[in-house]
Nanobody, 113 residues
Framework: QVQFVESGGGLVQPGGSLRLSCAAS????????VGWYRQAPGKQREFLAF???????NYADSVKGRFTISRDNAKNTVYLQMNSLKPEDTGVYYC???????WGQGTQVTVSS
């Protein structure tokens, strides 16, 4: 049973950057698609980015050009580099396999001056 642990969140000013990490155990993420998701206050969880087993990536329009998803197979970890952050990027960030219904704790990102 895979478990994901997200980290790297924090408080950042608009225009700043953060790198989130998603460490997996119980499964080799290199074999699967892994996604990053965000849940903003009062809103449903939304898709942000996928990285496929091939290494190809896909992004939501809201983050395209600002966020980059990557993977370190040796560390069994997926990353989300977030640049040019906006207040509307505030939320709890999660990683998961698409379609999986149980979620980790996530990591809080707050973009505010």
């Amino acid at each position: 049973q895979v478990q994901f642990v997200e980290s790297g969140g924090g408080l950042v000013q608009p225009g700043g950057s953060l790198r989130l990490s998603c460490a997996a155990s119980g499964s080799m993420i290199s074999r699967y698609t892994v996604g990053w998701y965000r849940q903003a206050p009062g809103k449903q969880r939304e898709f942000l980015a996928f990285i496929y087993s091939t290494g190809l990536t896909n992004y939501a329009d809201s983050v395209k050009g600002r966020f980059t998803i990557s993977r370190d197979n040796a560390k069994n970890t997926v990353y989300l580099q977030m640049n040019s952050l906006k207040p509307e990027d505030t939320g709890v960030y999660y990683c998961n396999y698409p379609g999986k219904t149980d979620w980790g704790q996530g990591t809080q990102v707050t973009v505010s001056s």
